[in-house]
């Protein structure tokens, strides 16, 4: 069952609860690589990368305990510090194992992730980052292979803002020997939310959610119980398809104020917003405006919501632009779109959108997670049946994707 079929032209209607975040939940089920006592986690996600995550700790000799939404995982002892190819280039996400393992064991064989759709994603700021606190790194047969007798804190200034490198040398310094300053540190929510957790497991930490995070290291780490915050992503997600399809929903369990750019933007584009508690309620009842985004790092527009915007656009009344800063190759659901007859024009690394009245149903590929999400969304506007294939990519960061929009009034199936 590989493919989704999307019979479109309804507008969404009704509530949808929103899961804890996957990039939240990814780096911290790594912080259980820092303790040899459990780590309780709940608001996990059922998606297809935590239980990629859970079965690369579970090689490393992690126990993991699993419920409904909730994950024990306890690192007694480390078997092997190793993340071997076959699942890491399933998931670039695992090398946030290599900080974790190098600060707890002394030494780390991660391999490299390689190539991805969206572009060439280096690791570089990762490795500098661990050298700059004692570590050698030395990069053979596909593998970093790493070692440090006790990881030394440092000043680290890192040349662009990354998410995951943040993380990566933020649980490797809790550990650390020292004090660690971490400059032009990504400020996303996620960063924030392991923070928090890292702090329930004793460790020193400053300045999370900006862009200068001070870490005291401490010799040892204990257990916590931690509740991984809602998924900004898919809320955006189902706010951007009620946008262009039209129609009434209340979503709950969400961050609201990790959304603002998002929902700005879709205040600009005519949606009627009204954030109570952790609900967040859209009505669309016209044909959106064109807005033009700019994804940037954290407060910015968010990479992860350009594909949806993209869709959004198609449909609106007017031409916007949408660029892309963070990824050199992340408009591969520009071309599908135009195979549902949107009128997209690429010049570098901007998409000049000119809204159409209908989308016609068509058959399209989806590349990766978020154009996948954008490829949903025009299905659900265009006239007819849009079928999706390799949905394989939506199931690693949607839970129940087909029941929740099915909740909302859409048609959308699982198809072989
Ligand atoms: N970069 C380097 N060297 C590095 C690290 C990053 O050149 O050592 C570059 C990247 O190539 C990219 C930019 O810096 O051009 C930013 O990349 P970043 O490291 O922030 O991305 P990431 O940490 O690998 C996380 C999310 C992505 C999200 C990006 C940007 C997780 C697990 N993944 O990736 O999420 O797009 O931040 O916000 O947190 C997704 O969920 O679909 C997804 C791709």
């Given at each position: 069952m590989d493919k989704l079929k999307i019979t479109g032209g309804r507008p969404l209607e009704g509530e949808v609860r929103i899961s804890g975040a996957k990039n939240a939940a990814l780096p911290i089920m790594c912080?259980?690589?820092?303790?040899e006592k459990p780590l309780a986690l709940s608001n996990l996600p059922q998606l297809r990368d935590v239980s990629t995550m859970a079965k690369l700790l579970g090689q490393m000799g992690v126990g993991v305990e699993r419920g409904d939404g909730r994950m024990t995982l306890h690192?007694?002892?480390?078997?092997e510090p190793t993340a071997a190819y076959d699942l890491v280039k399933t998931m670039r996400a695992s090398v946030l194992v290599l900080g974790p393992l190098l600060a707890r064991c002394g030494e780390a064989k991660v391999s490299l992730p390689g190539g991805c759709a969206i572009g060439q994603r280096p690791v570089d700021q990762h490795v500098k980052g661990l050298q700059a606190m004692g570590a050698s790194i030395a990069i053979e047969h596909g593998y970093m292979s790493a070692t440090a007798e006790r990881l030394r804190g440092a000043r680290i200034v890192m040349d662009m803002v990354t998410v995951t490198g943040t993380e990566n040398l933020m649980m490797a310094a809790a550990l650390a020997e020292g004090e660690t300053l971490l400059e032009n540190a990504a400020r996303e929510p996620e960063v924030v939310d392991l923070a928090n957790c890292l702090r329930a497991m004793g460790a020193r930490i400053e300045g999370a959610g900006s862009d200068k995070i001070r870490i005291q290291g401490v010799r040892s780490l204990g257990g916590a119980e931690h509740r991984v915050m809602p998924d900004r992503i898919e809320t955006g997600t189902y706010l951007a398809a009620v946008a262009a399809a039209g129609g009434k929903v209340r979503l709950t369990g969400t961050a609201p104020e990790s959304l603002d750019a998002t929902l700005e933007k879709l205040r600009e584009a005519g949606s009627r917003i009204t954030v109570a508690g952790s609900s967040i309620e859209i009505e669309a009842t016209q044909r959106p405006n064109a807005v033009g985004v700019r994804t940037a790092p954290y407060p910015g527009f968010a990479t992860d919501m350009q594909a949806q915007f993209m869709a959004l656009a198609c449909v609106a009344n007017g031409t916007a632009l949408i660029t892309e800063?963070?990824?050199?190759?992340?408009?591969?659901h520009a071309i599908e779109l135009q195979r549902l007859g949107a009128d997209i024009r690429l010049e570098g690394n901007t998409a000049v959108v000119k809204g159409v009245e209908r989308l016609q149903g068509a058959a399209v590929m989806a590349t990766d997670l978020r154009a996948s999400a954008g490829l949903v969304i025009a299905g659900l506007v265009a006239e007819g049946d849009t079928v999706v294939d390799r949905i394989y990519h939506l199931d690693r960061g949607y839970e129940a994707l087909e029941k929740k929009l099915g909740q909302l009034g859409a048609r959308v199936e699982r198809i072989g």
């Open positions: 912080a259980a690589l820092l303790t690192a007694r002892e480390i078997r800063t963070i990824f050199e190759n992340r408009f591969m």
